[in-house]
């Protein structure tokens, strides 16, 4: 069965950069989710979009900006990156209504800022 | 607001012995939904079960099943007959009409 795809799969950026993360969701799903983990901590929501337009907002920093595109897939737009910013980036999807039925994660993307 | 907690930073089973991890919970929703996430190694987050809070019935999946104890809002995972498998990190979580939050997890290790 499909899966969520995220790309790159590791990225290296240095200080003050952009990145840009991509994330292809699950056919027919149309929630797509983003979460950050930093070292040794837990997924902390950032932001999700349904049907192309922000439904929910988290602890996104302001240098951080997202879309859904009309295909679904969806970016995670990362500029003046910090040391911080360092993490694992996951993208989760959901087909709605059966969100709490559980989301589906791709495998992340591991961002290091050098 | 969700929060989720989980007191049991690290744990560790013997092979084909039982363990329970534990997590409790706070929401402010009255329709909401319970979940255990495992991310081993690979670190893919991998939903291991989910529970209803309408139901009263506990979850069941295979080797794991929870206990729901929705007055004491505690919400904990039991794995029968550990495999080695079965090591990682297991996160518990709540959605409603919120995103999905998680705890800080629970590292579980397994002794062949």
């Known amino acids: 069965a499909a899966g969520v795809i995220q790309s790159p799969r590791h990225l290296i950026k240095e200080k003050r950069e952009t990145a840009t993360l991509k994330c292809y969701p699950i056919?027919?799903?149309?929630?797509v989710y983003w979460y950050q983990q930093g070292p040794g901590q837990d997924p902390q929501f950032l932001i999700s979009f349904y049907e192309k337009m922000q439904s929910d907002k988290g602890s996104i920093p302001d240098r951080f900006s997202a879309q859904q595109f009309s295909d679904y897939h969806s970016e995670l737009n990362m500029s003046s990156l910090e040391l911080g910013d360092s993490a694992l980036y996951f993208c989760a999807s959901s087909q709605t209504p059966e969100r709490n039925y559980g989301y589906t994660f791709g495998s992340g993307t591991r961002l290091t800022v050098v | 607001a969700q929060t989720v907690t989980q007191s049991q930073p690290e744990m560790s089973v013997q092979e084909a012995e039982t363990v329970t991890l534990s997590c409790t919970y706070d929401?402010?929703?009255?329709?909401?939904?319970l979940f255990w996430y495992k991310q081993p190694p690979s670190r893919q987050m991998i939903l291991v079960i989910r529970?209803?809070?309408?139901?009263?019935q506990n979850a069941t999946e295979n080797r794991f099943s929870v206990n729901f104890q929705k007055a004491a809002k505690s919400f904990s995972l039991k794995i029968s007959d550990s495999q080695l498998g079965d090591a990682a990190m297991y996160f518990c979580?709540?959605?409603?009409?919120?995103?999905?939050?998680f705890g800080k997890g629970t590292r579980l290790s397994v002794i062949a």
């Open positions: 929401t402010s929703e009255s329709d909401y939904y």
């Open positions: 529970q209803e809070a309408y139901k009263q």
């Open positions: 979580g709540t959605s409603g009409n919120t995103p999905l939050v």
């Open positions: 056919p027919r799903h149309d929630t």
